[in-house]
């Protein structure tokens, strides 16, 4: 296993240009600020003044860096499925706002997801080094977690979870878990990083049980495991992840209500906590504006919102607790099935960082599948929190990644490649996750 490891990071050979280190920290810092800095921002509900000036800097900062080295981008990722269903649904979602419940809310979220998208996103399209980018963000969450340990001993826990620094004990829950993945990943490595995965999933497995957040720990073990196996099955069989994940949610389509079913035979409760209810309503709603929804992140938190004439409980909501229902409900159907081609795409790339590096492989399909499962129960997509800004970095990384299983000559720029460099394969060999074309 540390051969492999070796070899893929000693594989990842960066061209050099000015501002690469800078361009290179950038996604680390953005997730270092969402996790350590947001939180602690007060928000009166009308918008933090922080938040608002912070990614417009950053997003400045990140593009300045981009377009002096322009010729240097790799087009080819640009054109990747992930990043091309990624730009259509935001340019959905722009346009969504013409017929939004409330425009001025969905448009002022709409342009914080765009500048987040460039901070995270970007910065791959230029060659800048991978190295240690998931060591820099696994740092940022062991930090994270060792500050929510704190609050946990200092402060007392609400009656349904502990949240930590967070409003919400399933924040906690999501950084915790997510911090539980991460680790799994540098345990494989050794010196110091090892023994930070250490500390940091002892503490991420403590918060989770904290925070009460049963699903989520629940989801993040099966995310592990249902990874490994995938990566098996796909060098056995030549299938991709997305198929893999594909023949799983067409198998559950055999099965009356999976997910009610699953969580009675849990917690002995086929309501998921109230959540049937939620989702029933949530249904009525989409049912009124099946095709364009009722506006990008224009429905929940805004004046007089539609949710108000909900019944009980449910009006009280914050979310349909289900992403791929706040995706309908937000965009319709249009918008749900580009999102959702989003999704599969960046499962299917995945196969090609197998080839190239099957522990990085690894660890980005466990994110991935963690986010899909948690959606399920709760909406993550789009949102900024733990979950959602780890997989928007995982996605922009692994697409990368999958382009560079092509090893170029590194002192070229990509429109200087010649066919024979071009056409380069990787040799074979006979280990698991070898490269090979």
């Not at 996604?27 to 602690?40: E, R, S």
């Not at 198998?251 to 209500?257: D, Y």
């Not at 197998?354 to 994110?367: E, N, Q």
Request: aromatic share 14%.
């Amino acid at each position: 296993m540390s051969k492999l490891i070796y070899r893929a990071e000693k594989s990842n050979v960066p061209i050099g240009f000015s501002g690469a280190t800078l361009l290179a920290i950038m996604p680390v810092f953005a997730i270092f600020y969402v996790l350590l800095v947001l939180p602690f921002l007060p928000d009166d509900g009308k918008g933090r003044v922080e938040n608002i000036l912070f990614w417009p800097v950053v997003a400045v900062l990140t593009l300045t860096l981009v377009f002096p080295n322009w010729a240097r981008i790799d087009r080819r990722f640009f054109r990747s499925i992930p990043v091309v269903s990624l730009i259509t649904y935001l340019v959905f979602a722009a346009a969504s706002v013409t017929w939004a419940y409330s425009p001025d809310y969905a448009f002022s979220r709409l342009v914080v997801q765009v500048l987040v998208s460039i901070v995270l996103v970007m910065p791959y399209a230029l060659p800048i080094s991978t190295k240690y980018t998931i060591t820099g963000v696994h740092l940022c969450y062991a930090v994270a977690l060792a500050v929510s340990g704190i609050y946990v001993l200092t402060t007392p826990a609400s009656p349904i979870g502990h949240p930590g620094y967070f409003t919400h004990k399933q924040e906690l829950g999501l950084l915790a878990a997510s911090g539980v993945i991460l680790s799994s990943h540098e345990l494989l490595h050794r010196g110091w990083r090892r023994l930070v995965a250490l500390v940091a999933m002892v503490l991420g497995f403590w918060l989770v049980f904290a925070s009460e957040s049963k699903s989520a720990l629940a989801f993040a073990l099966v995310a592990l495991v249902f990874s490994w196996l995938t990566m098996v099955l796909c060098k056995r069989t030549r299938l991709t992840p997305a198929i893999v994940v594909a023949a799983v949610v067409v198998a559950s389509m055999f099965v009356h209500n999976p997910i009610e079913r699953i969580g009675y035979r849990l917690y002995g409760d086929s309501t998921l906590t109230g959540r049937t209810g939620i989702w029933a309503f949530s249904n009525y709603r989409i049912s009124q504006k099946p095709w364009l929804g009722w506006g990008f992140h224009s429905y929940f938190f805004v004046p007089n919102s539609p949710q108000n004439e909900a019944p009980g409980y449910v009006r009280e909501m914050p979310s349909s607790h289900s992403g791929y229902l706040d995706l309908k409900l937000e965009t319709g159907r249009i918008g749900y099935w580009i999102f959702l081609v989003f999704i599969y795409s960046s499962l299917h790339l995945l196969e090609r960082v197998r080839r190239h590096d099957p522990v990085r492989a690894w660890f980005y399909l466990s994110i991935e599948v963690f986010a899909i499962l948690i959606n399920l129960l709760d909406s993550n997509w789009l949102v900024l929190n733990p979950l959602w800004i780890l997989y928007l970095f995982v996605v922009a990384e692994a697409v990368k990644v999958s382009l560079e299983s092509k090893v170029a000559d590194p002192t070229r720029l990509p429109g200087q490649l010649s066919k024979k460099a071009d056409s380069q394969r990787l040799p074979r060999t006979v280990r698991f996750g070898s490269a090979r074309p």
